[in-house]
């Protein structure tokens, strides 16, 4: 069994910052790219960050120079350090991973369980 736990979520004002974190636990071989998806009241769920297993990095343009993935492969955790908040970056805040497990080839994409982010006055 491979899960996903998230962990960070908060209430902070305008301006100020959160860090979020996730660790995958399980029989893992191998993990390539790790992502933060993010989904907003009736909003679709949309791509905020990626990790690959090298370390590129790519980001949404709306949270570009504010917020920082990074992952340490040792620990099987991605963390993503959001700075400057905006109210618009409001949502349930998602890892995504995609997994080789033990004895296997081919990887699978895991989901976290979702972590809430509101940034109010």
């Known amino acids: 069994q491979v899960q996903l736990v998230e962990s960070g979520r908060g209430l902070v004002q305008p301006g100020g910052s959160l860090r979020l974190s996730c660790a995958a636990s399980?029989?893992?071989?191998?993990?390539?790219?790790m992502c933060w998806y993010r989904q907003a009241p009736g909003e679709q769920r949309e791509l905020v960050a990626t990790?690959?297993?090298?370390?590129?990095?790519n980001y949404v343009d709306s949270v570009k120079g504010r917020f920082t993935i990074s992952r340490d492969n040792a620990k099987n955790t991605v963390i993503l350090q959001m700075n400057s908040l905006k109210a618009e970056d409001t949502a349930v805040y998602y890892c995504?991973?995609?997994?080789?497990?033990?004895?296997?080839?081919?990887?699978?994409?895991?989901w976290g369980q979702g972590t809430q982010v509101t940034v109010s006055s």
């Open positions: 995504n991973a995609a997994i080789v497990r033990v004895g296997e080839w081919s990887s699978v994409p895991y």
């Open positions: 399980g029989r893992i071989s191998r993990i390539f790219a």
């Open positions: 990790i690959t297993s090298g370390g590129s990095t």
